[in-house]
């Protein structure tokens, strides 16, 4: 099956800087690969998704990239706000083992202000 | 739209009662999922449902767990007779279709004393 592995597990930036997240998974046959952010008492939230067929994928402060061929993915956060500090999780599943999500450990955020 | 409801948000109860955990899906989602939170695992996938059928409960842990979904507005997991090691928060995702974006709800933290 699946193995999402993250890194790192705990990161910390000065507001206004970038962070990024990485992730790498094991099954060549995954083609989703979805970023969540999870708050303190409240369940993890949706932030941007990318699917096999593409490199990148923007949203305002927030980016991903996928290289299918190394078998990794990443999350980019520009100019970070106290607001951005969470845990972020990451995520990858494929239509051969029915579309479950196997999640990575996750990585805590924490923005200085 | 009022996102996935999930009740109770905290339940603490003793070792060996049963407890029954609920779920609404956002309306007009097929698909249904319940995870599970620890420290040690992370989170992982229980059971998912799609169209209101169970389609893979590999990750239920033991006999002692069940899950439901009558309809497509309701689902239930079970857990009888509980144990201390059954500790954690508990989800429920929603998706439109199988292999799209999932939506968690709040959780349930439960705590078996």
């Known amino acids: 099956g699946e193995n999402v592995e993250q890194h790192p597990s705990t990161l910390s930036v000065q507001e206004g800087d970038s962070a990024v997240i990485k992730c790498t998974y094991s099954?060549?046959?995954?083609?989703?690969f979805p970023w969540y952010k999870q708050e303190l008492g409240k369940g993890p939230q949706l932030i941007i998704d990318i699917r096999s067929n593409v490199g990148e994928k923007k949203d305002q402060r927030i980016a991903v990239t996928l290289n299918k061929t190394a078998k990794h993915f990443s999350l980019h956060i520009t100019e970070t706000q106290p607001e951005d500090s969470a845990v972020y999780f990451c995520a990858a599943s494929s239509e051969e083992y029915g579309n479950k999500l196997v999640f990575g450990a996750g990585t805590i955020l924490r923005v200085k202000s | 739209d009022a996102g996935v409801i999930q009740s109770p948000r905290h339940e603490v109860t003793e070792m060996g009662q049963e407890v029954t955990l609920r779920c609404k899906p956002i309306?007009?989602?097929?698909?249904l999922f319940w995870y599970r939170q620890t420290m040690m695992r992370g989170l992982e996938l229980l059971i998912y449902f799609n169209n209101n059928v169970p389609i893979d409960d590999s990750g239920m842990p033991e006999d002692r767990f069940s899950a439901k979904m009558p309809n497509a507005s309701f689902s239930t997991l079970k857990i009888q007779p509980s144990e201390p090691r059954d500790s954690a928060v508990y989800f429920c995702?929603?998706?439109?279709?199988?292999?799209?974006?999932?939506?968690f709800g709040p959780g349930t933290r439960l705590t078996v004393t």
């Open positions: 995702a929603s998706s439109l279709a199988e292999g799209g974006e999932q939506y």
């Open positions: 309306s007009g989602h097929n698909s």
């Open positions: 099954d060549s046959a995954s083609n989703y």
